[in-house]
C-alpha cells in the first residue's frame, strides 16, 4: 500500500501509532513510523523479559503482520521475534497493551509465525484515527 504521507489514512497511522504508544507510556522519542512501500511503526519498549534480560525489547507494527514483539539486536544480527499478535491489523491500543504485558511477563501470546493480513481495509481505518486527540 504506498499512502500518500498527506492523506489522513497517514495522518491516522500516527495518530494510532502515537495511542498505542501512550497506553504503553512509550515516550515520543522512543517512537517512529514510516510510510513508503509499506507503512511500518517501532516503539523502543523501556521493559525487558526474563529470558532475555540482557537486551532491550521492541514492539513493531507492519500492513503485512501487525503487531510483534521482539527482542533488540545489533545491526548485523537477524531479527528475534518473541510473538506476533494475531486476530486484528489495527487492535485497540488497550490490547496491544495487554499482549505486550504478556510477553514481558514471559508468556508468549499470538503466534510464533507471522500471520498475513489483507491491507484492503487499512486505508479507511486509519483514516477514522486521523484528528483524534490521544491524551
Given at each position: 500500500m504506498n499512502l500518500d504521507p498527506d492523506?489522513?489514512?497517514?495522518?491516522?497511522?500516527?495518530?494510532?501509532?502515537a495511542a498505542v504508544a501512550?497506553?504503553?507510556?512509550?515516550?515520543?522519542?522512543?517512537?517512529?513510523?514510516?510510510?513508503?512501500e509499506y507503512?511500518?511503526?517501532?516503539?523502543?519498549?523501556?521493559?525487558r523479559s526474563g529470558n532475555f534480560p540482557d537486551r532491550d525489547l521492541m514492539l513493531v507494527w507492519d500492513e503485512h503482520h501487525g503487531w510483534s514483539v521482539g527482542v533488540e539486536t545489533d545491526p548485523g544480527e537477524p531479527p528475534v521475534v518473541?510473538?506476533?499478535?494475531?486476530?486484528?491489523?489495527?487492535?485497540?491500543?488497550s490490547q496491544v497493551r495487554a499482549f505486550v504485558d504478556e510477553v514481558v511477563a514471559g508468556s508468549y501470546p499470538g503466534?510464533?509465525?507471522?500471520?498475513?493480513?489483507?491491507?484492503?481495509?487499512?486505508?479507511?481505518?486509519?483514516?477514522r484515527y486521523a484528528g483524534e486527540s490521544i491524551v
Open positions: 492523506s489522513q489514512a497517514a495522518q491516522g497511522l500516527g495518530a494510532y501509532v501512550h497506553a504503553l507510556t512509550v515516550p515520543r522519542h522512543a517512537v517512529s513510523f514510516e510510510i513508503a507503512a511500518s511503526a517501532y516503539l523502543a519498549l523501556a521493559v518473541l510473538s506476533y499478535l494475531s486476530g486484528d491489523l489495527l487492535p485497540e491500543p503466534e510464533l509465525h507471522p500471520p498475513r493480513f489483507s491491507g484492503a481495509e487499512l486505508p479507511g481505518r486509519l483514516a
